[in-house]
């Protein structure tokens, strides 16, 4: 079964550093998703991506943060100057036209 | 903003009783409507959906009810097992999906 893969699984950095999360989508998806939960709190959306640019975001994503789909498989978030409160588990997921979104396994960023 | 408020946040029944979890949301162009189990330190994982043509949706031991007129969706487990237990997060989708703050489920053997 097709899965939704993300890398690195555990991202420490210090703070005011640029962090890339990546994530493969599944291949025949056309909608991709980034979330992040903090420790023990909800999943947050952040950002929606659809035909090559962003279709929704949140207040959460602010200047600081950045997608792109540099080829035609992956689907990256850009952190420029990370914040300690910018730690957190984040979820890239896609889904189909009108479909179920599956979510990735998560980058645990840590900023320290 | 759309919102998405969840109920109750910690929920604990004994083995073979019912669980039931209730959300309600803002946004009328909400239209589909998931429920997602999350075990600790793992990702969301779809347990059943439900689309807003649609009253009621079934599956084994997990049912969906929606009240679109008054914006509530439930989800109810039926002869809870030990392995139920998880936080669950409901939610709603417009143009954007919102989550629920998330029901951690003990079921106590």
């Known amino acids: 079964e097709p899965e939704v893969t993300q890398t690195p699984s555990h991202q420490v950095t210090q703070m005011g550093q640029e962090v890339i999360l990546r994530c493969v989508p599944i291949?025949?998806?056309?909608?991709f998703y980034w979330y992040r939960q903090i420790l023990g709190q909800k999943v947050e959306f952040l950002v929606s991506f659809y035909n090559n640019e962003i279709s929704e975001k949140s207040e959460i994503f602010d200047d600081q943060f950045s997608v792109e789909r540099p080829d035609g498989s992956n689907f990256t978030l850009k952190i420029r100057s990370t914040k300690l409160e910018d730690s957190a588990m984040y979820f890239c997921?896609?889904?189909?036209?009108?479909?179920?979104?599956?979510f990735g396994p998560g980058t645990r960023l840590t900023v320290t | 903003g759309e919102n998405v408020e969840q109920h109750p946040s910690t929920l604990s029944v004994q083995e073979g009783d019912s669980a039931v979890i209730k959300c309600t949301y803002s946004?009328?162009?909400?239209?589909?409507f998931p429920w997602y189990k999350q075990e600790l330190g793992k990702r969301p994982q779809l347990i059943i959906d439900?689309?807003?043509?649609?009253g009621e949706k079934k599956d084994q031991r997990i049912a969906v009810t929606l009240n679109k007129t008054a914006k509530h969706f439930s989800l109810h487990i039926t002869e809870t097992q030990p392995e139920d237990s998880a936080v669950y997060f409901c939610a709603a989708r417009g143009f954007k999906t919102i989550f629920g703050a998330g029901t951690r489920l003990f079921v106590k053997a």
């Open positions: 946004d009328s162009a909400s239209n589909y």
């Open positions: 439900i689309r807003s043509n649609v």
């Open positions: 997921a896609s889904r189909g036209f009108d479909g179920e979104q599956y």
């Open positions: 291949s025949n998806h056309l909608y």
